[in-house]
């Protein structure tokens, strides 16, 4: 089974821009969550989609968004970059047996994502 | 004060060696994770736990939810463990559900 791709895998903007990134989760799970990773702040969870809804969300300005699809692929979208965003984002797919679980399954990684914005 | 903490933060091993890496958190929760992130930046779900013990060939994690405290054990350290270990929790009833401890990171020494 494959699993968890992330396109593109590196990608550089400039402040300003806007920027849509791409999950395709293992086939059959129905649960996306997104994540974003810097060195300062570490890991940081920025939402959850489950069956094209968003389930859970963390504090992250109104910037980011995401949507997810009938065949659970899921896009995050970061419009008017600044150099903060700078960071590893990464996504993570879990089976979505139960609605509502979200991070009580077993989470599946993706290679991320890596933005520069300059 | 951070919701979750790990210690220590950095653990340098000789290869052989039992090792111990701990998180605790200060509020309730309804699963605790152990993550595995290599350089490069993959990261392996390693363990999900809601109460007890799990174990996987070498790697043990345990949690006590009345103390608020989980630990990762790995047995006969090799230099492949060497990574960052991450511990997360689901939060209840809370803004931000998913909480990341800052990472442990383990250098096994041949």
């Known amino acids: 089974k494959a699993g968890v791709t992330q396109t593109p895998r590196y990608l550089i903007k400039t402040r300003g821009q806007q920027v849509t990134l791409s999950c395709s989760p293992i086939?059959?799970?129905?649960?996306v969550s997104w994540y974003q990773q810097t060195p300062g702040q570490g890991l940081q969870f920025l939402f959850e989609?489950?069956?094209?809804?968003?389930?859970n969300k963390g504090n992250f300005p109104g910037r980011f968004s995401g949507r997810q699809f009938s065949n659970s692929r899921s896009e995050m979208n970061v419009s008017t970059l600044e150099l903060g965003d700078s960071a590893l984002y990464l996504c993570?797919?879990?089976?979505?047996?139960?609605?509502?679980?979200?991070?009580?399954?077993?989470?599946?990684f993706g290679p991320g994502t890596r933005l520069l914005v300059l | 004060k951070n919701e979750v903490e790990q210690s220590p933060q950095n653990l340098t091993a000789q290869e052989g060696e039992f090792i111990t890496i701990n998180c605790s958190y200060s509020?309730?929760?309804?699963?605790l994770h152990w993550l595995q992130q290599h350089p490069g930046g993959g990261i392996v779900s390693l363990f999900m736990?809601?109460?007890g013990k799990k174990k996987h060939g070498r790697l043990i994690a345990t949690i006590n939810i009345q103390e608020k405290h989980s630990s990762l054990h790995i047995t006969a350290s090799h230099p492949r463990d060497s990574a960052v270990y991450i511990c997360?929790?689901?939060?209840?009833?809370?803004?931000?559900?998913?909480?990341f401890g800052p990472g442990t990171r383990l250098s096994v020494l041949p």
């Open positions: 509020v309730g929760i309804s699963a």
């Open positions: 993570a797919s879990s089976l979505g047996l139960v609605a509502g679980v979200g991070f009580g399954e077993t989470q599946y």
């Open positions: 736990l809601s109460s």
């Open positions: 086939s059959g799970h129905r649960s």
């Open positions: 989609y489950f069956s094209e809804t968003q389930r």
């Open positions: 997360a929790v689901r939060i209840d009833n809370y803004g931000q559900n998913f909480v």
